[in-house]
């Protein structure tokens, strides 16, 4: 039965910890898994990665069953050239479209009727090198501003950047064929906005951006283009088998 509406004028972030990713919920992820998704997930040879790749693969699929009378085995998913997961068309299923991500100690889901959307989320305290990370990240103006701030700082600045601007490559299902410095962000606006530059073919008013802090240690950006100008946010959190 199915307990969820995808609304054209909505998206759902579904968000689950992964510290209370329990043995019953892994076997149960892997019993919902395709042959496929069980050999990549034996392929990890961090037991960590392995985890996280599992739990996203039983977030998306019980999550995707809240919303059509499918069984969360049944899923079949594609993706394009630039590896963007996608439904099989065979599955007759319309309206509905999800982007998926995880990191170490969370996994989130968006799901909504909008076909262009993403999700990003990293850890907050995470040693990524933002030195050698900020000048191919960044666009310039950004750079500026993050070269200012106090060091202890620069992490938060360079996270939301980051996320917003993985989101949105996410959501248009380019992959790393977009140039992310020319994509220059507002985050201290309400919502934040955004600019391009460059080589980027785009409209930035199409898109609705949001940060979140679902916990103390991540930050999740979202981005979506929503056919109509209103378009709201609910995020929620779950287990990972999403069933409730």
Known sequence: MTKETADPNRIDLWYARLEDFTEEE??????????????????????????????????????????????????????NRNERPFLDPELGVANLHFNLSHTRGLVACVVGAIEEIGVDVERR????????????????????????????????????HWTLKEAYVKARGMGLSLPVQEICLDIASSPPTMSFAGAIDDDPARWRLWTLRPTVEHIVGVAAAPAGGQLSLNARQTRVINRD
Do not use: H
């Open 125 to 160: 305290d995470r040693d990524a090198g933002l030195d050698e990370l900020a000048p191919v990240v960044l666009a310039p103006v950004e750079k500026e501003r993050f070269a200012k701030l106090p060091r202890d700082l620069q992490p938060e600045f360079f996270f939301a």
């Open 26 to 79: 892994q076997a149960a992820c892997l019993r919902l898994s395709s042959p496929l998704e069980r050999q990549r997930y034996e392929a990890f040879k961090s037991r960590d990665a392995g985890l996280q790749y599992l739990a996203g693969r039983g977030l998306v699929r019980t999550t995707l069953s809240r919303y059509r009378n499918i069984a969360p085995q049944d899923w079949r998913f594609l993706a």
